[in-house]
């Protein structure tokens, strides 16, 4: 009999409504042959009202305690979906992640999964019963209770699709789709119908918000394709699946805007070996992420200019850090801008392709929006631009590569 | 060293300042020099919201899942308590029924305990943490979560402390200890400052809130002190403890009302064996709570008139089902009053003093309140009145025992 993985996310399950909207899709599937399998995140804000209820206690509550305090989310989430399945007269039953044996490392609030037993699951599909895992959580071999770090409960799908071998793992959303750009940004764009890992991987690190790029990897490894549709309605979404011969065709499959960055640069950084790790490493015991890195020669090889862009929140702390190394390995200047923005152009045709970097500065240049910095990989092309030209740099990008057309190589 | 239990109430626990409150209390006993172990409610009115949610998904739950549901809220607790004295300096370290080892049947939202695992919090004891326990849940023995009843934190209190052999079990609340009367409705009533377990439980079934029984009868059978007193003073409040021969020459130690109760009346009930057994095992198969049960003699000993009290709100469905009794049995009538209350008087040395029922008739009589019926136990006498003269019977009885006066007998 097919399995069949469904996660609803949080705003699939803002209220009673939503629940029994979710649970009736879930019946339906089940009525039609399905082994049928739920993972469920927390309602609507609550994550958020959790966290604000630990704030008000403490400013650095102990990790531990915060994994005890969120996973109460996804917990009452369960439950209640369990009790609209039973309402609508089906049988379901909720598992949190220590009745299911979901177990992980010991890294409270960001805890990698180890094992994931079946037994339970088993058992219970074998009943008939719907079974609703709670997202995001865990339990490490101590019985101390984990989660995955923000939004992995689309990790969880992801993972329990590929251990119960599920023919595809469905992630229920607000947005019917991945797009070739932010629809809410530009209006033109399109949903794109299929789409590999790897460029989704991209366009989730390009700032794509849709999905979980755990999730996405999780996916990749075992192979599950994943289709990310709308909750709100019956049409078919985004399949994120192996990447295939005719995907190469295009070159630019969507563009990307990342807002509210600062660009950090260092001036006149002493050009030897093991400099750039010192730097990384501490920026890194800081817990400051860092995006794109970008280094060039400057006084003729002895010295260089290294910038990286991070979240513009964490721009004091990133700029306390760098002053320190700046004094301690020689670094001539620390410049901090906190008002930019990263626009990216994604695609796998990319490798083929040539030209494409031109056409997007071309673009970006006939609209007259200044370039700060630019970072390539393979199949990404990325500018910081100033944070008010982010948004028409994308419309512009969008515009330059057609992506309103449905591209020729499909 | 000496081991102490503190219960947290929901009304303890309402927001982040008296979460911090009694974690401050909790530091300063254990800065004493004695073991600590807390057991926390859910917050404020927590539990109450989780039982909306739950109804505005369906009106009639499973209860597994209404088990899943509502230890969400003890959790919560017991992660914000942990953070409040962690934030203050101090280690501490929650844990769920799960982690703790409250082994329970499998009735939910009614599971009785079956085991408690000392090895956890001994462990936890010895590394200098205050333990934090979440009140009211357990796991059956197949790993599923269950719950004790609602206000039944207090049992998790009292059952931990016997276990873990506790001095004391101190119980915060927001009153300041076991009054006389309702201090609400009788201003001069006194605080008693040691009342017996069997005392404490005749109050508790009068109507007199402030604990719950089932705490009361552990604490009785294993011979823990309880010491219920208020979270928002550092005065000393009740303490319940064994019986003393002091106490005894107390004839009435305090009054209670109980309100909103229904008289159910059968006439002409065929007197022979069985039929109050059919009777009473009827109404408890609709799980409608009997509260005092009277008879007499009617028609000369062929026939027999029962009545009993109930709740108001279950007196519709307890009019069916005793409506469809007469009609198998051969019952003359049912009369049900929605409009009556039940005022008592509690007190150990009733057992010895005469006169206490004649007294408190006498004192009803003078007030012109008219008594519907009487019921007396060995330490209580309990009058039916109207509802409205429910408060004012209270204070008149109140009066007549002297109870603002501190007993001559102590």
Redesign the interface.
């Known amino acids: 009999m097919a399995l069949l993985v469904q996660k609803f996310g949080g705003t699939s399950l803002a209220?009673?409504e939503k629940?029994?909207r979710a649970a009736r899709r879930a019946i339906r599937a089940k009525l039609e042959g399905r082994k049928l399998v739920l993972v469920v995140s927390a309602m609507g804000h609550a994550t958020d009202e959790?966290i604000t209820?630990?704030k008000?206690?403490?400013?650095?509550?102990?990790k531990?305690?915060?994994d005890?305090?969120l996973?109460?989310g996804e917990?009452?989430s369960?439950?209640?979906m369990?009790?609209?399945i039973?309402?609508a007269g089906h049988e379901a039953?909720?598992l949190?992640g220590?009745?299911l044996g979901l177990v992980t490392d010991s890294s409270h609030t960001r805890a990698r999964i180890q094992t994931i037993s079946r037994e339970r699951i088993d058992r219970e599909l074998a009943n008939g019963k719907i079974v609703i895992i709670a997202g995001f959580q865990g339990i490490d071999p101590g019985?101390?209770?984990t989660t995955l770090g923000r939004g992995a409960s689309d990790t969880t799908a992801a993972a329990l699709a590929a251990v119960l071998g599920a023919d595809v793992c469905e992630i229920y959303t607000d947005v019917d789709g991945v797009y070739t750009a932010d629809p809410r940004i530009v209006p033109k764009a399109r949903k794109i119908e299929e789409i590999s890992y790897d460029m989704m991987l991209e366009m989730a690190a390009a700032g794509a918000g849709v999905m979980h790029s755990r999730a996405i990897e999780f996916a990749k490894k075992f192979g599950v394709p994943l289709h990310v549709r709308s909750s709100m309605t019956d049409s078919k979404g985004t399949m994120i699946v192996a990447e295939t011969a005719g995907m190469e065709a295009i070159a630019v499959q969507g563009v990307a805007l990342k807002e509210d960055l600062a660009m950090v640069s260092l001036i006149a950084v002493p050009n030897k070996p093991g400099v750039a790790a010192r730097i990384f490493a501490e920026v890194a015991r800081h817990n400051i992420i860092v995006d794109d890195i970008v280094q060039n020669i400057y006084d003729g090889g002895s010295h260089a200019n290294l910038s990286f862009s991070t979240s513009a929140g964490e721009a004091r702390e990133t700029r306390h850090v760098c002053e320190r190394l700046a004094t301690t390995l020689g670094i001539g200047g620390v410049e901090i801008d906190e008002g930019v923005s990263k626009v990216s152009a994604v695609g796998i045709g990319m490798r083929t392709h040539t030209g494409v970097a031109a056409a997007m500065f071309e673009a970006l240049s006939h609209a007259e929006i200044n370039i700060e910095n630019i970072s390539t990989s393979e199949i990404v092309i990325s500018c910081i631009v100033r944070r008010e030209d982010g948004p028409r740099a994308l419309r512009c990008i969008h515009d330059a590569f057609k992506l309103d057309e449905v591209a020729a190589g499909k």
Chains 1, 2 share one sequence.
């Open positions: 209220n009673a629940i029994h959790l209820l630990a008000a206690i403490s400013s650095d509550p102990p531990r305690e915060l005890m305090l996973t109460t917990q009452v369960i439950a209640l369990a009790m609209a039973d309402a039953i909720s949190t220590a009745q019985g101390e209770i």
